[in-house]
């Protein structure tokens, strides 16, 4: 359930896609009454759609949707802090175990006092990936692969039984069973939508920017979907399963351009190590990274996701790229619903999410620039990979 604040802003708008209408929160209606928000890093304009959606004067003011609009003035560290909401969870078993466990004593407290225990819900979706589990039993078969999911089951009987029964009794919480995928992955092919939908307190659906938090340290990688998220610890994750903002100041984003293209033969680890590399030595930590440049067109979403999934390695909150025809292009190709790739289309070209060519460059922070045509060969790892080597130097 979206929590819809006073709206005082009156920024609530609506779209008409497929046959269907959405309700959304216009930054075209908020530039009207605060200034140009075109030039916004698209990483701060999730952050602006955020304050627009749940300003309510007490968690998030006019002056938070000031600050955001302000930034581009003096966009430095800020001391304005923000109480941010992800539309969703992400979890992975081991985390994720415990907050149920904390769901499953509410509900027998509620129990207890002769209350309604179906009360008891995660206050956003919440999907919880259990990855990193089947251990290698048996092989070179061709039942290899079954027989050892057999075996994960047999072991870790109880503790699946517990995920299902959660699963089934409590609303807006999904599991992925063993077997299926890794979180970071899962996420990126299966979950993240660039746009989510929900329904707000009147019943009527309400489209926002897909954004979430996750207890994978790579949940970074969904960043290459144009999908806000980054990861964070499992007392955070659970505050945020309950409905709980997210506590930040408004950050620094660095300017990461991207000119040129990747020359035949070269890898996305090649670029992905001359990135990491350029942006330990820049200083990072705690800054939004975002991508941008004309070299974004020729990079495919994979690449981007390979670049994003590094964010941990290089030190930055999350390494951002916007929405465009390659996100498009993935969404088809991983299944999604030809209804669901015209909403994140329409929604993006409303709402200035849409990565223009022609558009003028954000403003940010900082910048740097790496010409994608001077990116060769080179090794590194497995722990380290900002100390890259050129191939030829090995």
């Not at 209606?29 to 309510?56: I, Q, T």
């Not at 998030?60 to 304005?80: E, F, R």
């Not at 996701?305 to 790229?321: K, L, Q, R, S, V």
Request: charged share 20%; net charge negative; glycine share 8%.
């Amino acid at each position: 359930m979206t929590a819809i604040g006073q709206d005082t802003l009156g920024t609530r708008d609506t779209l008409d896609v497929s046959g269907k209408r959405y309700g959304y929160y216009s930054l075209a209606k908020a530039a009207a009454k605060f200034g140009d928000v075109s030039r916004l890093p698209f990483s701060m304009k999730v952050l602006l759609e955020n304050m627009l959606r749940f300003e309510d004067g007490v968690t998030v003011t006019t002056d938070d949707v000031k600050a955001i609009i302000d930034w581009q003035k003096n966009p430095v560290a800020s001391n304005n802090e923000i109480q941010y909401r992800p539309a969703r969870v992400l979890m992975q078993d081991f985390t994720g175990v415990p907050c149920v466990v904390d769901l499953a004593a509410m509900r027998d407290a509620m129990n207890a006092l002769g209350a309604d225990a179906s009360k008891i819900n995660p206050q956003v979706p919440v999907h919880l990936v259990i990855d990193h589990s089947v251990m290698v039993d048996e092989f070179g078969t061709p039942k290899a692969f079954e027989d050892n999911v057999a075996l994960e089951y047999q072991r870790n009987a109880e503790r699946y039984d517990f995920l299902k029964w959660g699963s089934k009794s409590l609303d807006n919480f999904k599991v992925v069973p063993p077997g299926t995928g890794i979180c970071h992955q899962v996420n990126l092919e299966h979950i993240a939508q660039a746009v989510w939908t929900s329904v707000d307190t009147n019943g009527d659906p309400v489209a926002y920017p897909d954004a979430c938090v996750g207890t994978d340290s790579h949940t970074t990688m969904v960043n290459g979907l144009g999908v806000l998220g980054w990861g964070v610890g499992g007392i955070e994750a659970e505050a945020a399963m309950l409905g709980q903002p997210v506590s930040m100041l408004i950050p620094e984003v660095v300017g990461f351009k991207l000119p040129g293209k990747i020359n035949e033969g070269i890898t996305a680890t090649d670029l992905v190590l001359t990135v990491t590399q350029m942006l330990r030595a820049k200083g990072v930590v705690g800054r939004f990274v975002e991508f941008y440049g004309p070299g974004l067109s020729a990079l495919s979403l994979a690449d981007r996701a390979t670049i994003a999934n590094m964010a941990p390695e290089y030190g930055a909150t999350c390494g951002f790229f916007p929405i465009d025809g390659k996100t498009l292009d993935y969404l088809r190709l991983t299944g999604r619903d030809e209804d669901q790739i015209a909403l994140v289309e329409a929604y993006a070209k409303t709402q200035g999410f849409w990565l223009a060519p022609e558009a003028a460059d954000p403003i940010f922070t900082d910048t740097l620039e790496l010409d994608m045509g001077s990116v060769v060969p080179s090794l590194a790892g497995p722990k380290r990979p900002q100390d890259k080597v050129i191939l030829t130097q090995v």
